[in-house]
């Protein structure tokens, strides 16, 4: 299996731009993470789909931030309108239950200048 | 805070010696589990202990848990170059899994 993927590795965008990140989940697992690191505030969980259905999206900042999830090879994550302090590297995982060991993707650094 | 804390937050050896690195949280928990970061890349998993475990070994990684004290221990032994990265304890409890700070160890060689 190629691992978690995800796309694109790097982006860099203006203020108020839509940014969309994508990710592909090891085939099998039914659980897919999203999460965002940056040096202030370390990892934080932004939102937890269980068989494409998001299950806790506590972690999303705001509306501007959104997921999707429209099969099991599949989802996004949407900015609309990105700010500077959403710069950060955005990380999917995969699970095969939410228990368990996460497989992560390798990250998207996002700047928004 | 429902973030776990590690200690210490950096720690640098000696190639050959061995880290220790403790992690402690607040809530309840089903399992804890150990992950390695490497600059710039992903998270990757080392191992995962249960609640109703209190030691596990595996390779030169050996995991405590005290459940009593809500806390947790890595030792990696024998330290090599490659060992360089950042370790992160996280937590499976209240149906999330919430990682610690991280730990950034250095070995030199």
């Known amino acids: 299996d190629a691992g978690v993927i995800q796309s694109p590795r790097h982006e860099v965008t203006e203020m108020g731009q839509e940014v969309t990140l994508r990710c592909k989940p090891i085939s099998g697992h039914n659980s897919l993470f999203w999460y965002r690191q940056t040096m202030m505030r370390g990892l934080e969980l932004l939102i937890y789909f269980n068989n494409n259905v998001p299950i806790d999206d506590s972690g999303m900042p705001e509306d501007r931030f959104s997921a999707k999830m429209p099969n099991a090879s599949f989802s996004t994550l949407k900015i609309q309108p990105s700010e500077p302090r959403d710069s950060a590297v955005y990380f999917c995982a995969s699970s095969s239950d939410r228990g368990f060991e996460q497989y992560f993707g390798p990250g998207t650094r996002l700047t928004v200048t | 805070s429902q973030q776990g804390e590690e200690d210490p937050q950096a720690l640098s050896i000696q190639e050959g010696e061995n880290a220790t690195m403790n992690c402690s949280y607040k809530t309840s928990i089903n399992n804890l589990q150990w992950y390695r970061q490497n600059s710039g890349r992903g998270l990757v998993h080392l191992i995962l202990?249960?609640?109703?475990?209190r030691e596990k070994h595996s390779g030169r990684l050996r995991v405590t848990l005290d459940t009593s004290k809500k806390s947790s221990s890595l030792l990696i032994t024998a330290s090599r170059a490659a060992d360089t990265a950042s370790y992160f304890c996280a937590f499976f409890g209240n149906e999330k899994l919430t990682f610690g700070t991280g730990t950034r160890l250095t070995i030199i060689p």
């Open positions: 202990i249960r609640s109703n475990e």
